[in-house]
């Protein structure tokens, strides 16, 4: 544990956090799906990476609508994955080397095969009829509001048994919870209570800002700005269906449990503006979640005097108890190496785990993946099928992992279920260990970085001028002054600078008074 003048460091303010999307991670019993046994067997190869925690997503029992986002069950576990005696297992082994592991808690939705909801929908006056969202018709038959699910279409659908519509934020088969219900609130509260009692170190929270709605459920604004490139989601501004008021009091019950345990990590997936995401951080006597996901490198564009200012104004609007946190990719949004070339991807893997605060990685990136096209007959994303025209799928940033250039990539012994990457009999993890100028162990290099110099975990940042193109900071804390220069461009660029260079991202000899084309460094 790296500690400080004056105190001990939480695990999660030096650590870093690996997301594993388990169907694609490792398959062990030859069905072309990843699994937890196949997980544990790769544990090895994230010690080695250099990361501190493991994010899992979903792997409790789901009909897989939404690809585990749609759980049926949430104390146990999918038997594609395994069970909960393999999930003890891999938590044993996780903890063994060292590691944290954190599971992924769905709390805005359950699947609609869920014995909640099928108890809710057998009659009105069944005790967990309001464990969901139930509303009458609108006047004229229709929904009662204008709510558009996030996958397209009407968050409402009817329900002809009961007479009445039920609300789904994303798909029909993922009928809303109703968090202002006292039952159906404890009843979440005990399924965090099953897995800390079982040993697990924490939880990304998915869509947290969902889980309460306005009371009286008035229309979304429409969006002034919407335009036909752009979701149905869109279409309207989302004031009454996210990011209520009530919804802060429940993150910090959440956290309040956590807590309770110890050392706990709670990470909150949420989308808003700086002033209204620093909310969810909670105050220094109630908190919130300790991490409220900052997806800006993702959401803004790739250069220099952008994400200087994203860098600015994100560290300005934390509260002074606030800890940051950047995300490079995740199984939703498109690859990094897709998004802004391979070349630059190295520069931004120097970005994320230089900048103050916890980075959260995604398996693959590590390795370069980029763009995988996925042949039409394989697509699996319902948010694909459902806008077809817009090209949003997610199924290109959720390929199997390439582990070896032996049959399907050492990923499994059958055709996965879905395409690999075009380029894995190369770009794989055994070619690139072997490389010492691969992404992989560009990634390696940073990482055991983070760890020898604690001014790049835990320190103070400070943005410093540079010339055009040119992102610019230092990281210090009372042993040292490190800085961080990195070229956003193609084009070499004369910067001056002085010291020792740590790292480059071209793995060759660092050119004083000058950055090469794609060029980051790391300079005592």
Same mark, same amino acid.
């Given at each position: 544990?790296?500690?400080?003048?004056?105190?001990?460091?939480?695990?999660?303010?030096?650590?870093?956090?690996?997301?594993?999307?388990?169907?694609?991670?490792?398959?062990?019993?030859?069905?072309?799906?990843? +699994?937890?046994?196949?997980?544990?067997?790769? $544990?090895?190869?994230?010690?080695?990476?250099?990361? @501190?925690?493991? *994010?899992?997503? /979903?792997?409790?029992p789901s009909p897989m609508a939404d690809f585990g986002y749609d759980v049926a069950n949430y104390c146990g576990i999918e038997p594609m994955f395994g069970d909960l005696a393999r999930f003890d297992h891999v938590l044993a082994s996780v903890h063994e080397r060292g590691l944290k592991l954190m599971l992924d808690f769905v709390p805005n939705h359950s699947s609609d095969q869920h014995p909640w909801f099928q108890a809710s929908r057998s009659a009105r006056d069944d005790p967990k009829r309001d464990w969901y969202v139930w509303r009458d018709a609108a006047a004229d038959g229709g929904p009662p509001n204008n709510w558009i699910s996030d996958f397209g279409g009407s968050a409402w659908t009817w +329900?002809?048994?009961?007479?009445?519509?039920? $609300?789904?934020?994303?798909?029909?088969?993922?009928? @809303?919870?109703? *968090?202002?219900? /006292?039952?159906l609130r404890a009843a979440m509260m005990d399924v965090l209570r099953f897995w800390l009692d079982r040993g697990v170190d924490g939880f990304r929270i998915d869509v947290l800002w969902h889980i309460v709605k306005a009371a009286d459920f008035p229309d979304n604004p429409p969006n002034p700005d919407w335009t036909a490139d752009q979701t149905e989601r869109d279409r309207v501004l989302q004031r009454h269906s996210t990011d209520q008021p009530e919804a802060h009091a429940i993150a910090a019950d959440m956290r309040t449990l956590a807590d309770s345990y110890g050392e706990r990590l709670l990470v909150g997936e949420i989308f808003l503006p700086n002033d209204r995401h620093a909310r969810w951080y909670g105050t220094p006597e109630r908190p919130q979640v300790h991490l409220p996901f900052n997806f800006q490198l993702i959401e803004n564009s790739?250069?220099?005097?952008?994400?200087?200012?994203?860098?600015?104004?994100?560290?300005?609007?934390?509260?002074?108890?606030?800890?940051?946190?950047?995300?490079?990719?995740?199984?939703?949004?498109?690859?990094?190496?897709?998004?802004?070339?391979?070349?630059?991807?190295?520069?931004?893997?120097?970005?994320?785990?230089?900048?103050?605060?916890?980075?959260?990685?995604?398996?693959?990136?590590?390795?370069?993946?980029?763009?995988?096209?996925?042949?039409?007959?394989?697509?699996?994303?319902?948010?694909?099928?459902r806008q077809p025209g817009l090209d949003i799928g997610r199924d290109r940033s959720r390929t199997p992992m390439p582990w070896n250039g032996s049959a399907h990539a050492g990923f499994s012994a059958v055709a996965p279920w879905l395409p690999l990457n075009t380029d894995w009999r190369t770009r794989n993890v055994a070619a690139q260990e072997k490389d010492p100028e691969s992404m992989l162990i560009l990634y390696r290099r940073l990482l055991a970085l983070r760890r020898e110099y604690p001014a790049l975990s835990i320190g103070r940042i400070t943005l410093v001028e540079s010339p055009d193109g040119v992102l610019a900071y230092e990281r210090h804390d009372e042993a040292r002054t490190l800085r961080i220069l990195l070229n956003l461009?193609?084009?070499?660029?004369?910067?001056?600078w002085q010291g020792t260079p740590l790292l480059s991202t071209l793995n060759g000899e660092a050119e004083p008074g000058m950055l090469y084309p794609d060029e980051g460094l790391v300079i005592a």
């Open positions: 544990m790296i500690k400080d003048a004056e105190h001990r460091t939480p695990w999660w303010k030096a650590g870093v956090i690996y997301q594993i999307y388990p169907r694609s991670f490792q398959d062990s019993d030859g069905d072309g799906i990843g +699994d937890l046994k196949g997980m544990e067997e790769r $544990l090895d190869y994230l010690g080695a990476l250099g990361i @501190d925690a493991i *994010w899992l997503s /979903p792997i409790f +329900d002809d048994a009961n007479g009445q519509y039920y $609300l789904h934020a994303f798909l029909k088969e993922q009928p @809303d919870l109703n *968090w202002r219900n /006292p039952g790739w250069d220099a005097r952008t994400l200087a200012r994203v860098i600015a104004d994100y560290e300005a609007s934390l509260p002074a108890h606030g800890w940051p946190n950047w995300v490079l990719g995740s199984h939703d949004a498109p690859r990094i190496a897709a998004r802004i070339g391979e070349a630059q991807a190295r520069v931004a893997a120097m970005l994320l785990l230089t900048l103050r605060g916890t980075p959260t990685l995604y398996q693959g990136d590590e390795l370069g993946i980029g763009r995988v096209d996925i042949p039409p007959g394989q697509m699996r994303d319902p948010q694909h099928f461009t193609a084009r070499a660029v004369t910067v001056r």
